[in-house]
């Protein structure tokens, strides 16, 4: 049985919280302030960023795409952070020299800047003209002439940003200029917050990075019609089982071969070929029951044998021409 106290050692308890002596032990429990800067650059809800994301995937699989056209190589881009972050610290995190294009969103006020890593820079102009993208450089410093062989990849850049930003609004992106220095790249204060997307871009084997930066002051009007519930359906393109193996393949499946099929050969001196007239016959070095050669392009990959299929002449495969040739 709990403990009953009695009218005299009630009258003492209270007697010494009116004294100070004793605090009751509600007012013993103090909560922790929890700090908070009204400067953070959080401006973007998670919901704002999650359908950011969505579409900046959708951004790098039509990007990934075109790389695999144009590098013939195999193209993977992910996205691997949203960050807001003060504009003063972006700039802290870019080397120098870089390789950046400002860009703006006409009949807006919000500006960016695409950065490209200076080992993707030069891969990619490696690859564009020729080279196997593996190639060395004494001097970090893009040269005027590989200004404008990545200005076409920037250009392009500009276009799948805009198809991806479609569900949102018709935003025209355009390149405004390029830049080395990022002390030159400036598209608002020091103090305002930007919004970072960071990219990381697999080209066969080698991993190199590509960052957005937007002002986010500009960014209220865009951000408003991202809170609209139609968005939250927004999902990247590749979620949709697209790889860039399975656009390699079907770019492949669409491609024409030469077949050519050889039935035999003959050597004859150059007088008897000045000789030769309609209706003469060239002894071949086979007879009717041998095997014929099947090329494609120029390698010899099977054997067949002729025949007629629907009155069309046809040669029949019999077997494959093991060999550690490829097709070129």
């Given at each position: 049985m709990a403990e009953v106290l009695s009218q005299q050692e009630i009258d003492q308890l209270l007697n010494k919280v009116k004294s100070g002596e004793e605090t009751p032990a509600a007012q013993n429990t103090e909560k922790e302030a929890i700090?908070?800067?009204?400067?953070?650059?959080?401006?973007?809800?998670?919901?704002?960023?999650?359908?950011?994301?969505?579409?900046?995937?959708?951004?790098a699989e039509s990007f990934s795409a075109f790389l695999v056209t144009k590098l013939q190589s195999i193209i993977n881009i992910n996205v691997t952070s949203i960050d807001q972050i003060y504009y003063s610290e972006y700039i802290l995190s870019v080397s120098n020299p870089a390789c950046l294009f400002t860009f703006e969103i006409r009949n807006t006020d919000i500006k960016g800047i695409l950065e490209l890593s200076m080992d993707l820079s030069l891969a990619l102009v490696d690859k564009l003209l020729g080279g196997n993208g593996i190639g060395t450089k004494q001097a970090?410093?893009?040269?005027?002439?590989?200004?404008?062989?990545?200005?076409v990849i920037a250009e392009r850049i500009m276009i799948d940003l805009r198809k991806a930003w479609q569900i949102v609004d018709d935003l025209d992106f355009k390149v405004e200029r390029f830049e080395s220095?990022?002390?030159?790249?400036q598209?608002?204060?020091?103090?305002?917050?930007?919004?970072?997307?960071?990219?990381?871009i697999t080209i066969a084997e080698k991993t190199y990075m590509m960052n957005?930066?937007?002002?986010?002051?500009?960014?209220?009007?865009?951000?408003?019609?991202?809170s609209s519930q139609k968005f939250s359906s927004i999902r990247p393109?590749?979620?949709?089982?697209?790889?860039?193996?399975?656009?390699?393949?079907?770019?492949?499946?669409?491609?024409?071969?030469?077949?050519?099929?050889?039935?035999?050969?003959?050597?004859i001196s150059v007088q008897n070929l000045f000789d030769l007239e309609i209706g003469d016959i060239i002894k071949l070095d086979t007879?009717?029951?041998?095997?014929?050669?099947?090329?494609?392009?120029?390698?010899?990959?099977?054997?067949?044998?002729?025949?007629?299929?629907?009155?069309?002449?046809?040669?029949?495969?019999t077997r494959k021409v093991e060999q550690n040739n490829k097709i070129e």
């Open positions: 700090l908070f800067d009204f400067r953070l650059p959080n401006r973007i809800s998670k919901n704002q960023l999650r359908t950011i994301r969505n579409i900046n995937e959708n951004f970090n410093i893009i040269t005027p002439i590989e200004q404008k062989v990545i200005g220095d990022i002390d030159f790249a598209i608002t204060s020091q103090s305002e917050s930007v919004l970072l997307i960071s990219f990381e957005l930066c937007f002002a986010t002051f500009a960014f209220d009007k865009i951000l408003s019609k991202l393109a590749k979620n949709n089982g697209t790889s860039t193996s399975e656009i390699i393949s079907n770019h492949l499946y669409k491609t024409f071969l030469p077949v050519t099929v050889e039935f035999g050969s003959a050597k007879t009717i029951s041998d095997e014929h050669t099947v090329k494609i392009g120029n390698k010899t990959m099977f054997k067949g044998r002729a025949g007629v299929v629907n009155r069309h002449k046809a040669i029949k495969i």
